[in-house]
């Protein structure tokens, strides 16, 4: 019992531990976004499918022996792909859709031990069931579900502030060898179980019907909707209610809390003890859409997402239990569970992003949970269903109002890999400060004012008393060569002068798209403007010198920040575009975390000098900014144009320096 219980709850922690490790590893390379963690989980979940389909065939076509030396000989053959470092020829070399060059780099980096651990959960089972057939075998499923949830929780705290990416992969590593140890002799283990004296295996009588048609249904509907409703609820609590890092932990750790509550066999889950709160939560978080209630603020709204998330998932998990089969049908059990999960983070990873123009899937998983429900309650009194159709045509109205919300007066709504984008018009046309805003999530992206004679006025972030201002007023040299990391609107744009040069380097193709069709800060400036589709430091590693008078490094103000923008290794970079004199503005400005200690910390260990421009933009309708320079030259930031309005950065004590393979945002959490 011991030896099979070790071997699961070891490959479940290594099983969830690794994809922080190799999300890490690969995030610099397709621009930060949080995106790549959804194809990441795509990725996980279809391989946990692909291991599940392996445990269910080989334990009913192949004999014990058999089975056991053809999983020996797997756990061998996956030793070779370690250690689990990505290839650097994996990067992408332009601004096409990364999907299918993540899921190739996975699979080459960590295809086959990553199945192999898949495998583990009911392939281990199955042999426990055979060892000890009296044995209660799910809760062994609640232990690698409890395995897993550690690693989840653990890697923020225990791992990521302490040891680099690389050794994280190669402690992994050797880990991994430890656990196909544990799993080789788990299957040898297998083969003593069940036998008589005379060494013939023996059979446990089970009366217990097969499963059918309908129960396949069921398995497969409920896990899918428990995946589905995972990743929509992580894409609106991250993109509609806030930006806050580390906030996609919270909604995965319930999920798997609701996984080890309903299989780990005490009855955590009754039916009419949970459909009431059920009905009222899904109604609350479908009122709660329209942004006009005021409901949206973060302290109510993210309460009320993870409550729901987590009863929606309680009622899933807790009717798939209901619903699990006699010991021997466990390997399809699992493998319809699996293939659900699989389909319900493909509906929301990837074809919802085809299919809708911004994150329609939340409401639509609403009204199906209620459907759903609906159809379980069908046979309790009939007060409840009736209650439940009451709550469905409560929860189809808002989801209904709350998408036409969305599009009213809305110019442009898009989605891509890289999130959504919405531009809306704010304020009527003969109102001297009506604004065109552009949205992505809860961030502004820039706005530009509609009257004429303000349509080149610099705005929100990039005002005259701003720090890219200042530098900008403080270089005095005509003309300038300014390279701009995230395009956004293109209102920097509107400081060029003729003969500059305004170079923007921007990830995703509709965001240039929306700045020149909607925006006229591009067409109208005086300067030439040239744009560059890619990862800002991709391109600046494979470039020739630019000679930039001045780089914004403009890219951080959501939770998914790209933190290779941020490292001794970047800013090695960008000096080498600088001229001797240049300027290289951070735009540090965020909620949540202090980066300004961080570009200080850098910049001390490279010899630089920096200087912190707070704005706080008083009696005017600029935002609040924060910007770092960072010059070479002492003399530069002693000018008045910036020494005048300069701030102390504050140190973190303990702050290291950030590298392409140590960083920590804990630490600098406000």
């Known amino acids: 019992m011991i030896l099979y219980a070790l071997t699961i709850f070891t490959s479940a922690f290594l099983l969830f531990l690794v994809q922080p490790i190799i999300a890490k590893q690969i995030l610099p390379w397709f621009g930060g976004s949080a995106a790549v963690w959804t194809t990441c989980l795509v990725f996980f979940q279809f391989l946990l499918l692909a291991g599940y389909a392996y445990s269910d065939w080989t ?25 689990i470092i990505a290839d650097a020829s994996w990067k992408p070399a332009g601004g096409e859709d990364p999907t299918w060059r993540i899921l190739g780099l996975l699979s080459v980096t960590i295809g086959l031990p990553y199945f192999l651990l898949s495998t583990t959960g009911p392939l281990v089972q199955a042999w426990f069931a055979r ?147 059920l009905l009222v939560i899904v109604g609350a978080m479908a009122w709660a859409l329209h942004e006009e209630r005021g409901i949206m603020e ?49 509906a929301v990873g990837l074809v919802a992003v085809k299919l809708f123009n911004t994150y329609y899937e939340f409401g639509v998983g609403l009204v199906v949970t209620l459907l759903i429900a609906a159809y379980v309650t069908r046979v309790m009194h009939s007060a409840v269903p009736m209650l439940v159709l009451a709550a469905l045509g409560f929860t189809g109205y808002h989801v209904y109002a709350y998408i036409g919300y ?22 009527g046309d003969d109102e001297r400060d009506a604004v065109r805003r552009l949205m992505h999530g809860v961030i502004m992206h820039g706005e530009q004012y509609l009257a004429t004679e303000r349509r080149s006025e610099p705005t929100t972030y990039y005002g005259a008393t701003s720090g890219v201002a200042r530098a900008i007023k403080a270089l005095n040299r005509s003309p300038l060569r300014v390279g701009v990391v995230g395009l956004g609107t293109g209102t920097l744009a509107a400081y060029g002068r003729p003969g500059d040069v305004y170079r923007f380097y921007e990830i995703n193709p509709q965001v240039v798209t929306v700045a020149n069709r909607e925006f006229t800060f591009l067409a109208d400036s005086a300067a030439k403007i040239e744009h560059v589709l890619s990862d800002a430091r991709l391109s600046m590693e494979r470039e020739p010198p630019q000679g ?13 920040i790209p933190v290779h ?15 001797p004199g240049g300027v290289i503005a951070f735009h540090v400005t965020n909620r949540f975390l202090h980066l300004a200690p961080v570009v200080k910390r850098i910049a ?67």
């Not at 009913?60 to 792909?81: D, N």
């Not at 309680?314 to 089969?325: C, D, Q, T, Y």
């Not at 110019?411 to 531009?423: D, E």
Request: contains cysteine; aromatic residues 12%; proline residues 5%.
């Open 298 to 346: 973060i302290k109510e709204a993210l309460p009320l997402s993870l409550v729901g998330l987590f009863v929606m998932c309680m009622f899933f998990h807790g009717e798939l239990a209901a619903r699990k089969p006699a010991p021997r049908y466990l390997t399809s059990f699992y493998l319809m569970v699996s293939l659900g999960g699989a389909l319900g983070g493909v």
């Open 59 to 83: 334990t009913r076509r192949l004999a014990a022996r058999r089975q056991a030396v053809l999983h020996i000989v797997l756990l061998a053959a996956s030793l070779a792909s370690l250690p």
């Open 565 to 579: 923008l941020i490292t001794r290794e970047a800013l090695a970079v960008y000096l080498r575009h600088m001229k």
């Open 406 to 427: 969305l599009a009213k007066d809305t110019r442009v709504m898009t989605r891509n890999f890289y999130g959504t984008l919405r531009v809306k018009d704010i304020g």
């Open 604 to 670: 001390d260990e490279l010899g630089l000098q920096v200087a912190l421009i707070s704005d706080d933009a008083e009696d005017s309708d600029l935002a609040r900014t924060d910007w770092v320079l960072v010059a070479r030259d002492q003399a530069l930031l002693e000018r008045p144009e910036i020494a005048k309005f300069t701030s102390e950065i504050e140190s973190i004590p303990g702050l290291g320096v950030w590298t392409d393979d140590f960083n920590n945002l804990f630490k600098i959490l406000k």
């Open 131 to 277: 060892t000890f057939p009296a044995g209660t075998v799910y809760r062994l499923f609640a232990l690698s579900n409890f395995g897993s949830l550690l690693a989840l929780v653990s890697y923020p705290f225990a791992f990521e502030p302490w040891i680099t990416t690389a050794v994280q992969s190669w402690g992994w590593s050797a880990a991994y060898v430890a656990f196909a140890a544990l799993c080789a002799a788990s299957a040898l283990y297998s083969l003593r179980g069940g036998r008589t004296a005379a060494g013939e295996a023996t059979t446990v009588p089970d009366a217990s019907p097969p499963p059918g048609a309908r129960d396949y249904a069921a398995w497969l509907l409920l896990s899918g909707m428990g995946a589905f409703m995972l990743l929509a609820v992580t894409n609106h609590i991250t993109h509609d209610i806030a930006s806050v890092p580390f906030l996609w932990i919270l909604p995965l750790t319930l999920y798997l809390v609701t996984f080890i509550l309903c299989f780990e066999g005490r009855g955590w889950y009754q039916r009419r003890i949970f459909i009431v709160p």
């Open 548 to 560: 930039y008078d001045l780089l914004v490094v403009d890219a951080f103000s959501s939770d998914s």
